[in-house]
């Protein structure tokens, strides 16, 4: 059973930068690929970075390339995304997902909802204009 708690929301103003953490509570994070995803009030769940269970693979969503970057501290078994150049459009609720009962290919990332088994409960951000 993995447990993961995000935490490092809250509220800022555009331009700004965050870094969410997500915590797990077995060695997780460098055994299997991570996820972060997002959903704002009355979307679906959407993609938004990928890292390979390699941790030398990397994915985004095109809206946050450039300014979003997901890392993985494997001593403290903790992804990170650091979010730069906030804008108003990435105000939602981050989840951290982790991919644990599939096969998964050591470089590969990634994006679909089906394809992790562990949730955290997310953390809400905020981006005021």
């Known amino acids: 059973q993995v447990q993961l708690v995000e935490s490092g929301g809250g509220l800022v103003q555009a331009g700004g930068s965050l870094r969410l953490s997500c915590a797990a509570s077995?060695?997780?994070?460098?055994?299997?690929?991570m996820g972060w995803f997002r959903q704002a009030p009355g979307k679906e769940r959407e993609f938004v970075a990928a890292?390979?269970?390699?941790?030398?693979?990397?994915r985004y969503t095109d809206s946050v390339k450039g300014r979003f970057a997901i890392s993985r501290d494997n001593a403290k078994n903790t992804v990170y995304l650091q979010m730069n150049s906030l804008k108003s459009e990435d105000t939602a609720v981050y989840y951290c997902?982790?991919?644990?009962?599939?096969?998964?290919?050591?470089?590969?990332?990634?994006?679909?909802?089906?394809?992790?088994?562990?949730w955290g409960q997310g953390t809400q951000v905020t981006v005021s204009s």
């Open positions: 077995a060695r997780t994070v460098s055994i299997y690929p």
């Open positions: 890292l390979s269970r390699s941790g030398g693979y990397t």
């Open positions: 997902a982790a991919r644990t009962s599939y096969t998964s290919a050591y470089d590969d990332t990634y994006t679909g909802l089906r394809e992790y088994d562990y």
